[in-house]
């Protein structure tokens, strides 16, 4: 099967922010308990963070951490986290059922963001809390006056301010199952008056308002909320683990048409002074919290496997094509559960997905190009609830193409993201460098593939799936080149 991808340096979609490799980090199960961070581990630094699991996170260049939640965000009293440890309460956490021992707080998250060199991002308690823990919080991470908040975070070993700049207004307040939950109209008119008074603390933060995958819902968010806001959010886990093939490589697909529709709601919704605006898919991931037996709480290391890796590659590969609207993303979460990657007792499991963020992290460029690309196609019927798009009526069928692709480049390099997404077949593809204009002579090619599509890396055979990486010489402003079955491809050509 044959292809055709062409590359215009003129053809410019936009810069893309680095906010889009994001993860979340949330109170869940042993996401960070047990994953980012453990007590008396042999791994673990005087803190409790765990030193391989900083080490793997830095490798993915993780630009902005959320947290607490996540739906732990509804309830979760951030004063319970901070000062001494030996004084933190043990709270009963009512969103996941479990006893909170508060461990992991403030202090520790914004040690964690400052040895990865990410951005926090602090999600706030507008479901059972008050505006006045908001505007407190706020304070004890940003205020650099006097204040007792501002005495108090220097009383705790911290003499600047942190200087969060990304805060949410809430987590999924529109589910019924979410402590809180509001409609969209008494969601928006209490977030308005959090806003109000958070940025009265400090006018420079940039604040996230809840978004859903209903038009309705976001077009009342923005309508009420667009002079107070900088993002709305999605939050999607697109399938069960039985997904078919076919049907998972179309969700790539969902995501894009999904992140069009809002943008178009955000442009009916305010006047052109706010159109500001952007999007956060602040959480996403393939998988959903099913899992087959609960005792395993998604850990089972089977259920990540190359078709997990493909869909999470043609995600990415979206948000760097929609860059001009998608500014943030958080892959959910990032540890341990549906994680990208496997904390135990002796050590760290990359998932296939890990692969997939240490390749379009490390080598993807800051602009991204609109390429030409020509390919055989199929239409693939979706099912009738993918994951939490249930609450929207999607199209009966999608057509996809077997090549998806994105090209992004910097003064350096130009980066081609390719995955192909037929389950058999190669695809030889032409790419035509003629109209990119820069000298260049050689390519290294990264590629994350594997015979069988089930494959998947666990304790005992930790680099099933990996990344592999050869040169290629003598490269031509127009050459060949074949794109394996069922395969992520990164081509990286350095310019002059």
Known sequence: ?????????????????????????????????????????????????????????????????????????????????????????????????????????????????????????????????????????????????????????????????????????GNEIWSPAQIGHKSASDYAKRAREFAKAMKRVDPGIKLVAVGENDPEWDYEVVRVLGEHIDYISIHAYFSPLCAEYDKAMAISEVVEDRTKVLKGVIDAGTDSSYNHIKISWDEWNLLGWICHEKHLENDNNSSYNLQNALVTASILNVFQRLCSVVTMACYSPVVNIRGAFFVHPKGVVLRPQYHVFDLYANHSGGIALDPLVESASYECALI??????????????????????????????????????????????????????????????????????????????????????????????????????????????QTR
């Open 1 to 169: 099967m044959k292809g055709r991808i062409v590359i215009d340096r003129d053809r410019i979609i936009g810069k893309i922010n680095a906010n889009i490799y994001g993860h979340l980090l949330e109170h869940m199960s042993r996401c960070i308990y047990g994953g980012i961070y453990e007590e008396n581990s042999k791994f673990s630094d005087k803190m409790g963070l765990r030193k391989d699991v900083l080490d793997v996170l830095r490798r993915i260049k993780p630009s902005i951490i959320r947290w607490p939640g996540g739906n732990f965000a509804s309830a979760y009293q951030w004063e319970d986290g901070i000062g001494t440890k030996e004084k933190r309460v043990i709270r009963y956490d009512p969103v996941w059922q479990v006893e909170e021992n508060n461990q992991f707080g403030t202090q520790e998250f914004m040690s964690l963001c400052q040895r990865l060199d990410a951005e926090p991002y602090i999600c706030v308690n507008l479901g059972n809390g008050s505006m006045r823990e908001a505007i407190n919080w706020v304070e004890y991470c940003n205020y650099d006056g006097n204040s007792y908040y501002a005495r108090l975070r220097r009383s705790h070993g911290h003499t600047e301010p942190y200087m969060v700049k990304y805060w949410g207004l």
């Open 384 to 493: 009738s609830e993918l994951g939490t798009f249930k609450y929207l009526p999607l199209p009966e069928t999608v057509r996809v193409k077997y090549l998806d692709v994105s090209v992004t480049y910097d003064r350096k390099k130009l980066f081609v993201a390719v995955v192909n997404k037929h389950k058999q077949e190669n695809m030889t593809c032409q790419i035509e460098l003629e109209k990119f204009g820069s000298d260049y002579s050689r390519a290294t090619v990264y590629e994350i593939n594997h015979r069988n599509l089930d494959a998947y890396n666990d304790i005992d055979c930790p680099e099933e799936i990996h990344i592999e990486r050869k040169e290629l010489s003598n490269l031509k402003r127009s050459f060949t080149y074949d794109f394996p079955a069922h395969s992520i491809t990164g081509i990286e050509v």
